[in-house]
């Protein structure tokens, strides 16, 4: 049975009770939203070692961090120590979105090392072998996909980025209303091609209860893909996002149905004042299912600072009631990342969760800031940094220009809190 | 005559002109802004070099970078360093802030070598010469502020920080209310010392008619501080927030008539969900003065990565209505910046003005992010580098890691541009 199956039936599993000890909060809270689909617990049976995680309504705000191959840069090792940067730095999961080299070795290894829930896209490996063994991705057969969502399912990937919601539909929202960036994910983007060239409906969508089948089997969570986000602010909350969007809310009910744990992903490049409307619709058309964002990026024009653009969107977007963000690094538009890079990601999102569910009221967020701030207060430095979201890096910074006083080098001797302590606290004014 | 002055018996000041160019604006809305007290635009006629510059309604959300010496870092020459850093990084104007060292020498070297306005806090000079020469802060008298002010605005500073809104009365009210982090204004916490020292008024609320006329007379801007501005999440939007801001709002009100010019500084540490309703507020008790907010940071926790947590609050801050964003960089809360920790300050905070931009309206914001998205679906590098808003930073990464195609790194072979080009356009699908 999945984590769906078992809370409808009033059952608490191993992998609820883990989420609920990790959250702070009652059990039987995570059973509910599990069982009515508000939650959901990315946990395939075939994945060792894994810590599972719980996304969604009266969780903390979650992080993933993509990682993975390119045709240009392919080499284990490197995404192996990416994972590490991403881990290290705190992500809640990762994807493994890799394109080249040895596509199953490195997702293998990636799951093996992996204590957080792993994600991938099947799509993408399943065009990549039509091209080497049949010419073309439009040549991919039904049956070579179904192959790779098997594959990845028995290496253990928890949950698996599915674009069913590109349908013939969508594409002819896209030709009558046209974008400036067209289509800019690589899966959507496989199957528009696929779709158009043999003239049918998408496969994930036709063969949809095939795909519930083999999901429920092992239990394995859909992240039902947006192949149509926008992928500039151009084309934000236009006629094909929207489309496909209201398919994703049938698909969802759909794997409900079916027992299958669902999650909806979400733009991409959006201005600042559409992103709790998107927050919203998806709320509204999918029934509360997690809503797991890329980005947002709230501007076309940072290349090499999109963590921050991404942060931006990301803490809205957090705040107005998204479960779960995808990264953005500051190689995003430009290059593959690097670990530094993933890093970099991994904290930006981080901020951006915490500011969002300092406004959602999740338990125990508002109580970091107050206990940082008193220890500021108190110029008290290793708790200061204790608490620092990287420590690290505020020990770097800290020590790196130190102060001659109690206080920090940026006031020096006219801290103002030391100064309040004089005049507010008990102490007698001395020198001042 | 002031600028105010002057725009108000409908005269157009070169100023005003300059200003009207930069925005790509008719000329007579920037005259009507600063009739009515909208827009500022500080130039002390003694800053030479100054390319004047408008903050206010309907003009491009504007960015501060603070610089300056504290007692343990006192070189003249890396404060020219860190304004250069701030200049190249697109900086709007700057604040040196400093305290420690030839306070006059670095001021005077940072004017001389400043395009940009410059903004000062002289009420830190003046206590900081009374401890040198009466030994204590609160032995200050209120010639020696007035001279530290008059010493200010003789070298050329074009705004000034002042926080004439801090009165017995928000004392008052924050004794009462009590908070997590006091004051964390250093220029708040000299003038509270010095009132319950000397059990006085601030001498720059009592004799603020005082400081309206040799403000008047140099065209001197005045940026009403918050000297009990929240320094935690904990303490926002309180009583002595709210209090003093009535008071700076009537201030404004005195300044208008005086023909001097005036804005109005905001917080600090606001919850993400607080922030628009600052803004709103500050226009509404404020009359429209523009507004000057400091970050604002949406957590209290993430030290080192204070640039990240103030885009976050200057975007959404922005786009409510924020004139005028002061940067915060990675150092903040831990030591004095360095010039990289000025570089990524200004550019986060730039990021953040321009996603608020877009949000605004103003006038080619959004096309400019139309421009790089189609240069993106081109996939034309050159032209993407030129619109980046760092394209230094771009342009590294690109090259990094760079990819054998015409697609970056990335994506290699498999980039969605280049597949919908196939498959959406004119070309045929060859080999895919």
């Keep these: 049975m999945t984590q769906l199956e078992l809370a409808r039936e ?3 599993s191993p992998q609820m009770e883990i989420v609920a000890q990790h959250e702070g909060i009652d059990v039987e809270l995570v059973r509910q939203g599990v069982a009515n689909g508000t939650i959901v617990v990315p946990a395939n049976r075939r994945h060792q070692n894994l810590i599972p995680c719980g996304i969604g309504k009266g969780l903390t705000t979650k992080v993933n961090a993509n990682i993975g191959t390119s045709s240009d840069l392919s080499s284990i090792d490197t995404e192996l120590e990416k994972l590490r940067a991403a881990i290290d730095a705190g992500t809640d999961a990762v994807m493994d979105l890799s394109t080249g080299g040895d596509i199953s070795a490195v997702r293998r290894a990636v799951i093996n090392a992996s204590s957080v829930p792993v994600g991938t896209v099947p799509v993408y490996q399943a065009g990549i072998k039509a091209i080497t063994q049949r010419g073309a991705i439009v040549k991919m057969t039904v049956d070579d996909l179904f192959a790779s969502i098997e594959d990845h399912i028995n290496d253990g990937v928890d949950f698996l980025t599915m674009h069913c919601g590109v349908t013939q539909a969508t594409v002819d929202r896209l030709r009558k209303q046209g974008r400036v960036t067209d289509v800019v994910s690589r899966g959507g983007a496989f199957l528009i091609g696929w779709m158009l060239h043999n003239d049918r409906e998408n496969p994930l969508y036709e063969y949809y209860d095939r795909l519930l089948e083999i999901a429920e089997e092992a239990d394995v969570t859909l992240s039902l893909g947006d192949g149509l986000r926008p992928g500039s602010l151009a084309d934000a909350s236009d006629h094909a ?13 759909r794997a409900r149905q079916a027992g299958v744990q669902a999650m909806v992903e979400g733009p991409g490049h959006l201005p600042l004042d559409q992103i709790e409307a998107n927050v919203v619709m998806e709320k509204s058309i999918c029934k509360g299912a997690p809503f797991y ?24 977007a957090a705040a107005a009631g998204t479960d779960f963000l995808c990264y953005v690094t500051p190689a995003e538009h430009l290059s593959l990342p690097d670990a530094e890079d993933v890093r970099e990601g991994v904290i930006a999102s981080r901020i951006a969760a915490h500011a969002g ?3 959602k009221g999740v338990k125990g967020a508002r109580e970091r800031d107050r206990e940082m701030s008193l220890a500021r207060k108190r110029l008290d430095w290793e708790e200061q940094i204790r608490l620092a979201l990287d420590p690290k890096q505020a020990r770097r910074i800290h020590g790196e220009r130190a102060s001659a006083g ?3 080098s940026m006031c020096g001797e006219f801290c103002a809190m030391e100064l309040m302590e004089k005049y507010l606290g008990v102490s007698a004014p001395k020198g001042l």
Tied chains: 1, 2.
Excluded: R
């Design 241 to 253: 996002q929207i489309e496909e969007l209201l398919t994703i809310g049938e698909l969802v009910q």
């Design 10 to 12: 009033g059952n608490i």
């Design 406 to 408: 109690a206080a920090c």
């Design 357 to 359: 569910d300092i406004v």
């Design 293 to 316: 964002v890329l980005g947002p990026l709230v501007t076309d024009i940072a290349a090499g600072y999109d963590h921050i653009t991404s942060a931006i969107g990301g803490a809205i």
